[in-house]
């Protein structure tokens, strides 16, 4: 028996050696998309990441992570983004969820819904500018509607 | 049982000595097997379909970066487990599996630490490291949905195992690393503009991570899978995921 116990746990161990099967490892890199200074890029660019654009952007533009557009860079299309910074020129409407910066250099034409903007003076902006969160916190009261609310309160205290 | 192929240039007597190491401490683990000697112009796939019909389900690749993509360039689609022993030079994809060169390599194989790997698949057949295509007039479609295109001639390097790295100037610290394993493929396009009177210039890399492209050029362009250059006018590249059964070492670098 006491030899019999001596050699079970040398056997398990070579056939534990024998079968490691590992969990694939595959980790998520952080490779930005970039888009370089002479390339065009045109239909619907979507990435998962953050993109960089120095190049020009025609069609749409999707990420859920932060995009920025460099000095020089040109997007025609409409643009949604977790976060954006603008230093070059975009044409089309733009949709951040978070965080949008308009550097001196930028240069947009097109509506602009965004949380929080930041625009540096000198930059340029033809459109629209919505901040969703203002118009949840206070809505508009029109006169009829508060007179509505009056006479229920009134008839609730009656 | 295991198979092993070695590979052509292994026949030379400075690789003697190391392979005689090898092969003892391969028989002291007892996973000593058939040694088959490869040539450069024979397709591997029914050699291993043949070996593992008689019962063989490791195949070991002893050589370089060089065999290890011209056995697993047609063999990735084999139902066996993979391993390597890399000996001699070129050897940069032994790193990224974290398997040291020599005979230390052996104790790697004889540990079996298996790891389903993506491969790169193109025109027909696999690569594993690197797809590289030469300076050329080409335009480059994204998962059918975008089209990416310059004015000048243009360089990709698809990357899967080994990582690209590449430095604007040669004192400069910022480095371009991929990871070799994360899903995706990367592809770097380098524009090729004319400066002045003299040559040309690598511009500013674009960076496209992705899971299926197109490259269509003009005219024929040169594309080198793995080492092994091919003229294509259209190449379509995918990533085939958890294609290959691979023993790779501890300190692997995914």
Redesign the interface.
Same mark, same amino acid.
């Given at each position: 028996m006491i030899f019999k116990r001596q050699n079970t746990p040398v056997e398990e161990v070579d056939e534990a %050696?024998?079968? %490691?099967?590992?969990d694939? *490892?595959?980790?998520? !890199?952080n +490779? @930005? #998309? +970039? %888009?370089?200074?002479?390339?065009? %890029?045109? *239909? @619907?660019?979507?990435?998962e990441?953050n993109i960089v654009v120095?190049?020009t952007v025609t069609?749409s533009v999707h990420t859920s992570k932060n995009l920025l557009v460099e000095p020089g860079a040109r997007i025609i299309a409409n643009v949604k983004a977790g976060s954006a910074t603008i230093a070059g020129e975009v044409r089309g409407n733009m949709k951040i969820k978070d965080y949008l910066e308009l550097t001196a250099t930028a240069r947009v034409v097109g509506d602009i819904e965004a949380k929080t903007i930041a625009m540096e003076a000198g930059s340029l902006l033809c459109g629209k500018v919505m901040m969703p969160g203002l118009e949840a916190n206070e809505p508009r009261r029109s006169g009829r509607s508060r007179k509505s609310e009056d006479s229920s309160m009134e008839m609730g205290g009656e | 049982m295991y198979v092993y192929l070695y590979d052509n240039y292994l026949n030379s007597k400075k690789f003697q000595s190391i392979l005689k190491q090898i092969e003892i401490r391969l028989v002291d683990y007892g996973i000593a097997g058939k040694i088959l000697r490869l040539n450069n112009y024979v397709d591997v796939k029914p050699i291993i379909e043949d070996e593992i019909k008689r019962g063989a389900k490791n195949i070991v690749i002893v050589g370089n970066d060089r065999t290890f993509g011209h056995v697993l360039s047609r063999g990735a689609t084999c139902d066996c487990v993979f391993g390597f022993l890399p000996i001699g030079p070129d050897n940069t994809i032994a790193e990224v599996l974290g398997i040291p060169e020599g005979v230390e390599s052996s104790d790697i194989l004889?540990?079996?630490?298996?790891?389903?790997? !993506?491969v790169g698949w193109f025109n027909n057949r696999y690569f594993v490291s690197q797809l590289h295509v030469m300076p050329a007039k080409v335009r480059v479609i994204y998962d059918e949905? /975008?089209?990416? $295109? #310059?004015? =000048?001639k243009m360089e990709v390097v698809v990357c899967n195992f080994q990582p690209f790295y590449w430095k604007r100037h040669k004192k400069d610290a910022e480095e371009f690393v991929?990871?070799p394993? !994360?899903?995706k493929l990367?592809a770097f396009?380098?524009?090729l #503009?004319k400066t002045g009177w003299f040559g040309y210039k690598y511009? !500013?890399? $674009?960076? =496209?991570?992705f899971e299926e492209m197109e490259i269509i050029g003009d005219s024929p362009f040169v594309v080198e899978a793995d080492g092994k250059a091919t003229k294509e006018v259209k190449v379509k590249i995918k990533l085939a995921k958890?294609k290959i059964d691979m023993i +790779?070492g501890r300190d692997r670098k /995914?």
């Amino acid at each position: 028996m006491i030899f019999k116990r001596q050699n079970t746990p040398v056997e398990e161990v070579d056939e534990a %050696v024998e079968e %490691v099967y590992e969990d694939a *490892g595959h980790s998520e !890199d952080n +490779v @930005d #998309t +970039v %888009v370089g200074p002479s390339v065009n %890029v045109e *239909g @619907d660019f979507a990435s998962e990441g953050n993109i960089v654009v120095k190049g020009t952007v025609t069609g749409s533009v999707h990420t859920s992570k932060n995009l920025l557009v460099e000095p020089g860079a040109r997007i025609i299309a409409n643009v949604k983004a977790g976060s954006a910074t603008i230093a070059g020129e975009v044409r089309g409407n733009m949709k951040i969820k978070d965080y949008l910066e308009l550097t001196a250099t930028a240069r947009v034409v097109g509506d602009i819904e965004a949380k929080t903007i930041a625009m540096e003076a000198g930059s340029l902006l033809c459109g629209k500018v919505m901040m969703p969160g203002l118009e949840a916190n206070e809505p508009r009261r029109s006169g009829r509607s508060r007179k509505s609310e009056d006479s229920s309160m009134e008839m609730g205290g009656e | 049982m295991y198979v092993y192929l070695y590979d052509n240039y292994l026949n030379s007597k400075k690789f003697q000595s190391i392979l005689k190491q090898i092969e003892i401490r391969l028989v002291d683990y007892g996973i000593a097997g058939k040694i088959l000697r490869l040539n450069n112009y024979v397709d591997v796939k029914p050699i291993i379909e043949d070996e593992i019909k008689r019962g063989a389900k490791n195949i070991v690749i002893v050589g370089n970066d060089r065999t290890f993509g011209h056995v697993l360039s047609r063999g990735a689609t084999c139902d066996c487990v993979f391993g390597f022993l890399p000996i001699g030079p070129d050897n940069t994809i032994a790193e990224v599996l974290g398997i040291p060169e020599g005979v230390e390599s052996s104790d790697i194989l004889a540990r079996r630490r298996k790891q389903k790997l !993506d491969v790169g698949w193109f025109n027909n057949r696999y690569f594993v490291s690197q797809l590289h295509v030469m300076p050329a007039k080409v335009r480059v479609i994204y998962d059918e949905r /975008f089209q990416v $295109s #310059t004015p =000048f001639k243009m360089e990709v390097v698809v990357c899967n195992f080994q990582p690209f790295y590449w430095k604007r100037h040669k004192k400069d610290a910022e480095e371009f690393v991929v990871h070799p394993q !994360d899903r995706k493929l990367e592809a770097f396009l380098r524009p090729l #503009t004319k400066t002045g009177w003299f040559g040309y210039k690598y511009e !500013d890399p $674009s960076i =496209f991570p992705f899971e299926e492209m197109e490259i269509i050029g003009d005219s024929p362009f040169v594309v080198e899978a793995d080492g092994k250059a091919t003229k294509e006018v259209k190449v379509k590249i995918k990533l085939a995921k958890n294609k290959i059964d691979m023993i +790779v070492g501890r300190d692997r670098k /995914f």
